[in-house]
């Protein structure tokens, strides 16, 4: 049996934490330098004392190439994964600046980021898509700042906001939907700030609150409503602070006896509708017959457009 001595035990925890720290260092050290290859691309690139001609340059697992003249990127450049020479940017500059289109492109080969820029800033309209190629946002720009209609998406294709920009700042309505479609929530805005109606929707579609804003501050009634659409709520506010007392009211009419009324009529609707439909036992024959006629003369037309179509 070895015997340990004495100072080793003493001095053996401290030698673990400089090891630890030593290994903690090369390896931030080692991350450091992976995440500067694989951060850099092509805007970041710096090409001013490159020659001017066509330029090639592997960058961590990217192959970046383009045209340098006078010091500064010129044209289209391309950015490939280089182990799959999969095309993965496509950027256009013009003395330097970005200006054009800038697209990133997945592994499949499709789009999934379209930006146009003029003079290094983004003008026009931004989109970004899934892999699968649904639109999950579209921007609108101007001079660098958001500037007209801008849309955010769920991954299932519904519009999650629905908002207006002017200068960089909400101005409007801005709407917000929940996964299914329904409206959930309204706020009106003027340069950046509440102005104006704000409202909230139950998940049914009826009304749940309603309040009123001026200058950022709320300013006018605010009612709130039972999912059934009675009033819940009423009471009134002035420079943000609550004018008088709150009314409370009792629900005349629950939510789930209205809905099944509207069921009710809705049941009641159909089979209306259904009576007044004609059926074949109440046609003569001869109605019969120009009826198929006629879907005869249909479908031999239909045919006989193709054909001089094609």
Not at 69 to 80: A, C, H, I, Q, S
Not at 158 to 167: A, G, I, R
Request: glycine residues 10%; aromatic residues 10%; charged residues 35%.
């Amino acid at each position: 049996m070895d015997v340990v001595h004495p100072f080793f035990l003493i001095l053996k925890p401290i030698l673990n934490r400089i090891t630890m720290r030593k290994r903690l260092i090369m390896f931030a050290a080692a991350m450091l330098l992976a995440w500067s290859a694989v951060a850099q691309n092509i805007e970041t690139l710096d090409v001013s004392k490159e020659k001017d001609g066509q330029f090639v340059r592997t960058i961590g697992d990217r192959r970046v190439e383009g045209t340098v003249k006078k010091g500064v990127k010129e044209g289209t450049w391309y950015e490939y994964e280089q182990a799959k020479d999969l095309l993965r940017r496509i950027v256009q500059y013009q003395n330097g600046r970005l200006n054009g289109t800038l697209l990133e492109i997945d592994e499949s080969g499709l789009v999934v980021k379209k930006m146009e820029y003029v003079d290094d800033k983004l003008d026009g309209s931004t989109y970004t898509w899934t892999s699968g190629g649904r639109l999950c946002s579209k921007n609108s720009y101007k001079r660098g700042e958001l500037d007209g209609e801008q849309i955010a998406r769920y991954d299932n294709g519904n519009n999650q906001e629905v908002s207006y920009y002017k200068n960089g700042l909400r101005e409007g309505e801005t709407v917000w939907y929940d996964r299914n479609g329904g409206k959930r929530m309204t706020i009106n805005y003027k340069k950046g700030l509440f102005e104006g109606k704000q409202e909230t929707f139950y998940p049914t579609g009826g009304i749940k609150t309603s309040k009123m804003f001026k200058n950022n501050v709320q300013d006018g009634p605010a009612l709130e409503y039972y999912e059934g659409g009675d009033l819940k709520s009423e009471s009134n506010y002035k420079k943000g602070v609550l004018s008088g007392k709150e009314k409370t009211f009792k629900e005349q009419h629950p939510y789930s006896e209205k809905k099944a009324v509207e069921d009710e009529k809705a049941i009641q609707k159909e089979k209306n509708d259904k009576k007044l439909m004609p059926s074949d036992s109440n046609k003569t024959s001869k109605d019969i017959k120009n009826s198929k006629m006629e879907k005869k003369n249909g479908k031999e037309g239909g045919l006989s457009k193709k054909v001089k179509k094609s």
